[in-house]
Structure formats: C-alpha cells, structure tokens
C-alpha cells in the first residue's frame, strides 16, 4: 500500500521523526520509513553513516532520476534474518521535503543511494525482496517460515 503525504510538519510529524530516528538507532539499522512502524507516511529517516547527529530525514520522497547498476546485499528490519543480493540504481537524485517544510534535494551514490531507494520502496509499499526473481522470492518465504516455527531455534542448546 502506498503511504500518505506529508501535508504539514506539525508536532507530531516532528515527533515521529525523532520516534524513528530512536528506533533506527536501537535496531541498529541505517534507514526506517513510516510504514515500518505502523504509520503510513510519506516520511523516513536515514543516516549509513550510523554517526549521531548526520540522520536526514525526509517527506514526500520523489525520485527524480536514477542511473547506472549497483548490486549490494540488502537486510531490513521488516525482514529480520533475511539478507539477499539486490541489484539497484547506482545514483540517484531524489527531491522532498526536510523537517523545517522546506523543499530538499539529494545527490547521492554509494551505499546512500541504495539506502534512498529502499526506503522510497517502503513508501510505495514495496520491501526489497521483491526485487527479487519469483524462485528467489519463495525460497526467502520458506527460509523465514522455516524461522519462525522455531526449527532452527529448538536444534539450538
Ligand atoms: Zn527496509
């Protein structure tokens, strides 16, 4: 399902970005969107650099344009344990809005690019598996189901 716009930052869309920011951070992850935590908003946070203080966090994403082919090992804490080569733009630019309402543009290659383009995925309702062939798809649902009847947990001391 594709998440609501961001029609004004109030309080409580300030709220929520630091909510997620704190949540990235205590999962150990580099990016979070809305959607991951129950909020179907135009919105999330990102920071590879994992360093305190250099998050962004950005509204009402669009991708303005994308070129050439980079293939990198994705996880994501939607899908925990499951971590699957997914081959994406190498650069983007993308536009939105910051945290103070005003309009925001970013460049961006390496991992950040990657980061950018899985989080506008969760927007438009979309998790980074399904990038992958059908065969691949089903092997991921088994593995996980696998997971969580506790298999491999109960063969475990
Ligand atoms: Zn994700």
Redesign the pocket.
């Known amino acids: 399902m594709k998440a609501r716009p961001v029609d004004a930052v109030t309080q409580d869309i300030r709220r929520l970005a630091r909510d997620m920011i704190d949540t990235m951070y205590d999962r150990d992850g580099i990016?979070l969107?809305a959607p991951?935590i129950g909020q179907s908003l135009q919105l999330f946070v990102a920071n590879p650099s994992q360093e305190r203080g250099r998050e962004m966090v950005v509204l009402n994403p669009v991708v303005e344009s994308a070129s050439g082919r980079a293939t990198v090992t994705e996880g994501?804490?939607?899908l925990p344990n499951v971590w699957q080569r997914i081959a994406r733009a190498a650069r983007v630019r993308l536009s939105g809005m910051d945290l103070s309402g005003q309009p925001l543009t970013i460049e961006a290659e390496g991992l950040l690019a990657i980061v950018l383009q899985?989080e506008v995925d969760?927007l438009q309702g979309c998790l980074?598996v399904d990038h992958l062939p059908w065969f691949r798809r089903l092997w991921v649902r088994d593995a996980r189901r696998f997971l969580r009847h506790g298999v491999l947990r109960g063969s475990q001391p």
């Open positions: 990016g969107a991951q994501c804490l939607s899985h969760h980074f």
